[in-house]
């Protein structure tokens, strides 16, 4: 983590692994804070590797920051909680920040939002004004919102199919047949 600031305090780096979420991370490492996690991190996930490299990037607290899929390899929850964390800062401070992404719900609160097709310009906005006209934008934007409730329903309609209760006559028994 320190690699972001290698003057940062304890107490700075500290507060950092508690923004993005690594307090549980760092407690199972087998020397906490001091544990190197080796050749490009292979003893930690994907998403920990992220929210690590989000983390020095805070440390680093630098004036430009790009994100390229920044938060492409965590899960919803985690990934909600870390955009909050991000956001916070950056109206903080007085930093750019400068993001590429296709999950439109990571940029959606972005002071412009410019989109590319064949590496030219097809629109800039915010994302209410890109929504309230037919846009390439607005199109991804319900697809993806589509998509992410579709995926809800899957999940309900299977947890409820788990759920129905069989009448009586339909249960199967097993064993000796009782006599009457």
Excluded: C
């Excluded at 991190?41 to 989000?54: N, P, V, Y």
């Excluded at 800062?89 to 940029?107: C, D, M, P, W």
């Amino acid at each position: 983590m320190r690699y972001g600031n290698l003057s940062a305090t304890d107490e700075d780096v500290l507060k950092v692994i508690s923004k993005v979420q690594l307090e549980k991370l760092i407690q199972d490492l087998p020397d906490g804070v001091q544990t190197i996690v080796g050749e490009r991190g292979m003893m930690i996930s994907g998403g920990e590797k992220q929210r690590l490299a989000i983390g020095r990037l805070l440390l680093k607290d630098a004036p430009i920051t790009f994100f390229d899929e920044a938060t492409s390899a965590l899960d919803t929850h985690t990934e909600q909680a870390l955009l909050r964390t991000i956001r916070s800062l950056f109206k903080e401070g007085n930093q750019t920040n400068v993001s590429i992404a296709h999950r439109l719900r990571t940029i959606a609160d972005s002071d412009k939002i410019i989109v590319l097709k064949a590496g030219e310009v097809l629109e800039e906005g915010t994302h209410h004004s890109l929504l309230q006209r037919e846009s390439l934008y607005k199109e991804l934007w319900d697809i993806q919102e589509n998509l992410d409730f579709e995926e809800e329903m899957v999940k309900e309609s299977k947890k409820d199919e788990e759920n129905i209760i069989q009448p009586a006559s339909d249960k199967v028994t097993t064993g000796p047949a009782k006599k009457n």
